[in-house]
Every structure is written in C-alpha cells, then in structure tokens.
C-alpha cells in the first residue's frame, strides 16, 4: 500500500496559515495586501469589542453584587410581620403608625437600629428605597454634590451604575425633612436599580405598585405615588417655557408647593385620586430615560412623584380612582419623534 506524502499545505502551521491570511508578504498584490490590512483591522475592532464587552459585564456584575450585598445589610421592610398577632385573632383596632423622626436611636451610631449596619459602612447613607414586587430594594446615600455617587458604588468603588442618593441640598435630621426629595438613580437593562420606574408609563403597572416605600436613617416611611412625568432637563432650555427642573423644588413654601402640584398633574401619565396638600411631604424618583434620544447622555428623565402616608392614615391606595391622562403634557421633542400629542391617542 503506497503511503501518501504530506503535501506542503498539509505541513503548515497554524502560526503560518494566521501570516497568510493577515500578513502582508511580498508575494501579494494590491488587492491582496488591502485585504489583509482590513482584515487586521477588523479583528482589532471585534477584540477590543470583546475586552469592552467583559470589562462593562464586569462591573455591571461587581455594581449588583455590590448592590445586592448593600441590601442584605437592612432589615426587610415588609410591614407583614407587624400584623403577628391579628392572625391569632388580636386586633389594636387602630393603625399601625409610621416611625417619625426623632424616635428611638441608637445613642452609638445616631441612627435608627435598622440602619445601623449600613451607616457603619458608610456615613453618607441617609435612607433606603424600595418598590415591593420589583428589583429596586436598595440604599441611598448624599454626597456633597449630584456627582460623585453617579458612578461611585457604596463602597466608594468606580462603578458605571454608581447607587441611588439623594439630592445634596435636601435636608434629613432626626427633627426635620425637607419636604421635597428628589433621590436618583440609574437604569438597570434587567430590570435593577432604577428601572421599574420607567415601567410606570404603563397604567396598569401603577394599579399593581401605588405605593413606595422610603425609610430614612431617622424614621420609617411608605409613599402613595401621584404622578409620573417625562422631561428635558437640557440646560440650555432655560429659555424655553415647558423646563420644569423638578429637582430644584427641595424646602417649598406655599406657593411653590401649589405650582410644583399643579405642574406635576399636568404632565403626568395618569390622575391616582390620592390627595396631597401643603404640609405633606414628597419624593421624587429620577432616572434616565432613552424613548427619546438613545444615548447614554440623553437629557431626558422619568420622575416618579409621591406623598408620604400621613400619621395614622391608611397605606392602602383605591386605585379605583385612578385614571389615564389623556390631555398629558409630553416633551415637543417626543412629540415631534412619534407625531401624537400624547401616548394615548
């Protein structure tokens, strides 16, 4: 049986087969050259795409477990394990109140036990938001500016989705809260941190989440939600009649109180029934929104407006009497996008 020899491209490397195919050589003409110089090129581009790639899911990954972590540190607010003893039959007949400022502190951390373990870690911890039933269970913290926690996990770490804090000009002290709070926050693709407040735009997911909850380091809190509006807080509409730079409303006198409610109405995706009046106390939640311009800079934004349950008030929401704004006051620029004065038409 006659043995068959290896011809020279059987014995070709893999190492020479990549110089063939990507090296230019003398042997090659133009054509051949240019094609390889592409070739190169394009490799590069897919690899560096790949480094990026890992380096973002790296630290998307490293941010949630940062996240998640943070979370474990503060006690469940399920309110369930309050009601114990109605389940033997026991009844107060009364309302379960909510924590208010200025209750029992720890002496040792100045904080409400809860919060202890999180202040612990990091003193700029002011609070804890979240929207039962979602993926946003997280702390907040305030910085010195709206800047630094943007990309700054609770750890202090370089992360691009940073955690949730509270506007730097707000005010939280065992005796007194601002009566505006605006907390921001990024936007999860899966559904973290931020991103269930964009689900508000559908109405029927407001009917199955009326309520927030937002403790503080000083007190326990649930928030009956009035509203949901889209922005352009683009600086240079100073000009421009419909900027309305919500987070700017933070310690509001009467006045401002009025105006800020009405304007909420007007440009919110639905009416919830729930009545607010001076006094109350509000939060906003705000996060980048990209129905508009999908861009990491877009300046557009989603604020989710709410009012805290009241001493002794019930947190049940009648969502009965919510209803669809069908007259809502949309951006001109998402208008122009989708040709329609508002997403109900």
Not at 19 to 32: A, E, L
Not at 291 to 307: C, D, G, K, Q, W
Request: charged content about 25%.
């Amino acid at each position: 049986m006659q043995e068959n020899k290896p011809t020279n491209e059987q014995k070709k490397s893999v190492g020479q087969w990549f110089c063939d195919i990507f090296v230019p050589n003398k042997n090659d003409d133009k054509r051949q050259r240019m094609g390889k110089i592409i070739a190169i090129c394009v490799a590069v581009l897919v690899i560096a795409a790949i480094v990026i790639g890992c380096v973002v899911i790296n630290k998307y990954a490293v941010g949630s477990n940062n996240a998640e972590s943070a979370a474990n540190l503060y006690p469940s607010s399920d309110k369930s394990s309050l009601a114990e003893g109605s389940s033997s039959g026991e009844s107060s007949g009364e309302e379960e109140d909510e924590e208010e400022p200025g209750g029992d502190l720890d002496p040792e951390t100045g904080v409400i036990p809860s919060f202890n373990e999180l202040y612990k870690q990091n003193e700029d911890v002011v609070g804890f938001i979240k929207i039962d039933g979602t993926k946003l269970n997280l702390p907040v913290v305030q910085g010195s500016d709206n800047a630094y926690y943007l990309d700054h996990t609770l750890d202090h770490k370089s992360n691009p989705f940073g955690v949730p804090f509270a506007d730097y000009r707000a005010t939280f002290s065992p005796v007194i809260q601002s009566n505006n709070i605006t907390v921001y926050g990024h936007s999860g693709k899966d559904g973290s941190y931020f991103a269930p407040v964009k689900e508000y735009k559908n109405f029927d997911f407001y009917k199955e989440h009326p309520v927030i909850t937002f403790d503080t380091i000083y007190g326990q809190g649930q928030y009956k939600v009035i509203g949901l509006m889209m922005l352009n807080t683009d600086i240079n509409m100073d000009s421009n009649p419909e900027l309305f730079n919500f987070h700017d409303y933070v310690d509001m006198d009467p006045a401002q109180f009025e105006y800020y409610i009405k304007t909420v109405s007007e440009r919110s995706y639905f009416h919830t029934g729930v009545d607010v009046k001076y006094g109350d106390q509000l939060l906003a939640l705000s996060t980048c929104d990209t129905e508009v311009e999908n861009s990491n800079s877009t300046p557009f934004r989603m604020a989710l407006i709410a009012r805290k349950v009241r001493p002794g008030e019930s947190e049940e929401v009648d969502v009965s009497k919510a209803s669809i704004n069908k007259n809502v006051e949309m951006p001109k620029e998402w208008v122009k996008k989708y040709k329609k004065q508002t997403p109900f038409e």
